[in-house]
């Protein structure tokens, strides 16, 4: 079975420029979520989809990112325009509805803004 | 509001058992997770308990008290590859079941 797939892996810019990140959750997963994770830091909630819904997006600087899940499969997460304190790794996760939760994590991109 | 406490730095030598604490605030508590992240890599699932008690999985066993809302997670028989991150998560009913992670707990793991 595949996981979460991110991309891409690594991307540097300069502050103010556009960038986006794309997330494949696993097959089947209806919940999705896009976390920030800062160095020595855990992972911080930006949003969370139920399918194509977007039911807590509390955490989410809306001037600034926005996201879409389309379909309610992949998703798709953007930051314009980018500030130097967005740098960190952006992770995407995946679950089931219900049980124990349990999220499964793909590799995250590390965005540096310079 | 929501917080989670949880040591920033466990050392423990090769073999040994260690323990790491996590301590909640939260209105409305539902479960608490472990994760665990390697250097580079991403978080992926240990346990999760919704009720009172231990749970063990093979060297792993992670421990719920509602009351005092704490937990831990227990590794025994450590190994060098134990090195790691290791994060409690609370679920929250707040915000439709909200996951909040602690800040972390950096494992050293020594021969």
């Known amino acids: 079975e595949a996981g979460v797939v991110q991309s891409p892996r690594y991307k540097i810019i300069e502050k103010k420029q556009p960038v986006a990140f794309w997330c494949n959750p696993i097959s089947g997963h209806n919940t999705l979520y896009w976390y920030l994770q800062n160095l020595g830091q855990g992972p911080e909630l930006l949003i969370r989809?139920?399918?194509?819904?977007?039911?807590?997006d509390s955490q989410l600087p809306k001037d600034r990112f926005s996201a879409e899940r389309l379909k309610g499969v992949d998703s798709t997460l953007k930051i314009q325009p980018a500030e130097l304190g967005d740098s960190a790794v952006y992770l995407c996760?995946?679950?089931?509805?219900?049980?124990?939760?349990?999220?499964?994590f793909g590799p995250g991109t590390r965005l540096t803004v310079l | 509001g929501q917080s989670l406490e949880q040591p920033s730095e466990v050392t423990a030598v090769e073999g040994a058992i260690v323990q790491i604490n996590c301590t909640y605030q939260t209105s409305g508590f539902y479960g608490l997770s472990w994760y665990q992240q390697h250097d580079g890599g991403a978080p992926t699932f240990l346990s999760y308990n919704a009720l009172d008690g231990l749970e063990e999985t093979g060297r792993f066993s992670s421990f719920l008290s509602r009351s005092d809302s704490y937990g831990y997670l227990l590794l025994q028989e450590l190994q060098m590859k134990d090195s790691a991150s290791y994060f409690c998560a609370v679920r929250d009913r707040g915000g439709g079941f909200k996951t909040i992670f602690g800040a972390g707990t950096r494992l050293f793991v020594k021969a």
């Open positions: 989809y139920e399918n194509e819904e977007a039911v807590d």
């Open positions: 996760a995946s679950s089931l509805t219900g049980g124990n939760n349990e999220q499964f």
